[in-house]
């Protein structure tokens, strides 16, 4: 590879990883956790949304920091495809959330966990995606948060 490729491969390589903007969830109280960032893998288009294409893989990084502990974790991540606030298409069904994090969660601890995520093509438009951790031992502890993404045609 000429090295003048290879140094824009390497920048677009690092420059493809995008924070992207993060809302809250609705009906969702989470006085009990704080997120600081979210990040998706490629999103060389960010921060207001992510242009993604089906049946691709991306990764998915949230930076955040709990009010509380918890040894029964779950994470989910579903779609609002339908845009009915309804957030009915499951990207990735509840599923333990201490394989992506080291359980016990620990408390007042600035941390992320990353997790692979991946749209079928019942997803069409721009829609949010909501991601949900929270302590199935006491479901008021939750961190949840909500970014845009455009599927690509
Ligand atoms: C993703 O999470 C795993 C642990 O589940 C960690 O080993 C890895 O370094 C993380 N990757 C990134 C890019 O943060």
């Not at 991540?77 to 339908?82: K, P, V």
């Not at 019942?122 to 006491?138: V, Y």
Request: proline share 6%; with cysteine.
């Amino acid at each position: 590879m000429d090295a003048r490729l290879f140094l824009l491969y390497l920048f677009v390589s690092v420059a493809s990883s995008e924070l992207v903007r993060k809302k809250i969830c609705k009906g969702v109280d989470t006085p009990t956790c704080s997120i600081h960032n979210v990040h998706l893998d490629p999103c060389p288009d960010g921060p207001a949304f992510c242009l993604i294409r089906r049946n691709k893989l991306y990764q998915v990084t949230v930076d955040f920091n709990p009010q509380f502990s918890s040894s029964n974790l779950k994470l989910a991540i579903n779609g609002d495809s339908a845009k009915d606030a309804t957030f009915s298409t499951e990207i990735l069904p509840p599923t333990s959330g201490c394989d992506v994090i080291t359980c016990p969660l620990q408390k007042n601890t600035r941390q992320s966990f990353n997790t692979t995520i991946s749209l079928n093509k019942r997803s069409r438009g721009k829609f949010p995606i909501q991601i949900k951790l929270w302590n199935e031992d006491n479901i008021a502890d939750v961190c949840c948060v909500i970014f845009n993404v455009r599927v690509l045609k």
